[in-house]
Each structure stands twice: as C-alpha cells, then as structure tokens.
Antibody
Framework: EVQLLESGGGLVQPGGSLRLSCTASGFIFSSYAMSWVRQAPGKGLEWVSIISSSGGSIYNADSVKGRFTISRDKSKNTLDLQMNSLRVEDTAIYYC???????????????WGQGTLVTVSS | QSVLTQPPSASGTPGQRVTISCSGSSSNIRDNSVNWYQQFPGVAPKLLIYSNNQRPSGVPDRFSGSKSGTSASLAISGLQSEDEADYYCSAWDDSLNGVIFGGGTKLTVL
C-alpha cells in the first residue's frame, strides 16, 4: 500500500525557515516524480514544486522560487522541502503527492499524504 | 487569480447531470492534458479524471471528462449527495513552466 507521511510543519515567524519531510513507503520511491502542493486555509490548491524520479529535473512555482528547495533522498525514501524567507502568505497545509505513472515528470497525482500545516505568523 | 478559470459554484438535484467547466489558454489546456481532483473538507484531494478523460480505478463511470481547444469539462451524471465536494482542474503550463490549478468549484447537491 502506498503511504506518504508528511512531517515538519509548525508555527514560524515571518522571515524564518522550516523543513518539511515526506516519508514514502509501499512503492519504489526512486521510480516516481514527487511534488509538493499546498492549500491556504479556506482557499484552493496551489502547486509548489516538483522533482523528477532521478532528482535531475526540478520545477518551482514562481511564488516560491529562490526561497523553497525541493530534494529527495532515495536511501531514506524521503522527499524534503526546505522553506526559507517564509512569508505570511506561505501559511497553508502542505501535501506531498506521487504520480500514478513513472513517465517523465508526471503531474497526475494519484497518491497524497495527509498534509502538514505550516503557519507563518508573528 | 488562477490561470485556469472555473465557476466558483455549481449545484444540482439528485439524479441530475452537472458539468463543471475549466477555461484556459494555448499554453496550458490546448497543448497539455487536464486532470481533475475531488476534495472533501479536511482531507487530501483525490484524483478523479486524468489525461482529459481517463478514470482511475475505483472512480465511478458517472464521472467523465472532456477537452476541446482551450477548455475542459467535468461531467457528473446521476448526481448523488456524496458528490458534494470541491472540484479542481489542473494542467501543465508551458509559459509558466509549472502546474496550474483552477480556483475550484464547490458542488452542492440540493
């Protein structure tokens, strides 16, 4: 069974940093592109970042470019999101998501974690 | 403001057919596949339709998707009370070099 478990969320002050992790199990982690998608309270879905299965290709939303860094560790089956220079508008539930297929950088997210809440506030 | 435009709300009575539109442009919907997600309050989204009109295993055939030009649609036939949820379309955008979502449509079953 595919499982994605996010951790690392919490309360942080504006300008601060936080590192999210997503621990994957139940599948061959190194075969799938992985993504982060967020949802601000009461708002819609917003894609954040995606990393290819090999880690060689990365794309980020304009809203987080230069501040957030996605990475993956195949030895630990973990997907990380390093978030720096956090802003109030980064407050959201952050989900990690896995594609349903192994083709390229697939954005067909058939598996989602339960999400971790990040609150940026003074 | 979302790059993909969805109506903020839609409604129907049990048994009816409802459609939700998703309007984009040449850089996203016209040249890339559209995916649809269903989300209930407090839980993660669920993949409903992918590659414009494909249903993942376990999704009832009451749900269908289509695409024409720069627009896509999600249709739900035989509407049921448990279909009351938020629905989002998404696609890759070649200009932004990233994924975009519609603003979401809240479906109410009257």
């Amino acid at each position: 069974e595919v499982q994605l478990l996010e951790s690392g969320g919490g309360l942080v002050q504006p300008g601060g940093s936080l590192r999210l992790s997503c621990t994957a199990s139940g599948f061959i982690f190194s075969s799938y592109a992985m993504s982060w998608v967020r949802q601000a309270p009461g708002k819609g879905l917003e894609w954040v970042s995606i990393i290819s299965s090999s880690g060689g290709s990365i794309y980020n939303a304009d809203s987080v470019k230069g501040r957030f860094t996605i990475s993956r560790d195949k030895s630990k089956n973990t997907l990380d999101l390093q978030m720096n220079s956090l802003r109030v508008e980064d407050t959201a539930i952050y989900y990690c998501a896995r594609a349903i297929d192994t083709s390229g950088i697939s954005i067909i997210w058939g598996y989602w974690g339960q999400g971790t809440l990040v609150t940026v506030s003074s | 403001q979302s790059v993909l435009t969805q109506p903020p709300s839609a409604s129907g009575t049990p048994g009816q057919r409802v459609t939700i539109s998703c309007s984009g442009s040449s850089s996203n919907i016209r040249d890339n596949s559209v995916n649809w997600y269903q989300q209930f309050p407090g839980v993660a989204p669920k993949l409903l339709i992918y590659s414009n009109n494909q249903r993942p295993s376990g999704v009832p055939d009451r749900f269908s998707g289509s695409k024409s030009g720069t627009s896509a649609s999600l249709a739900i036939s035989g509407l049921q009370s448990e279909d009351e949820a938020d629905y989002y379309c998404s696609a890759w955008d070649d200009s932004l070099n990233g994924v975009i979502f519609g603003g979401g449509t809240k479906l109410t079953v009257l």
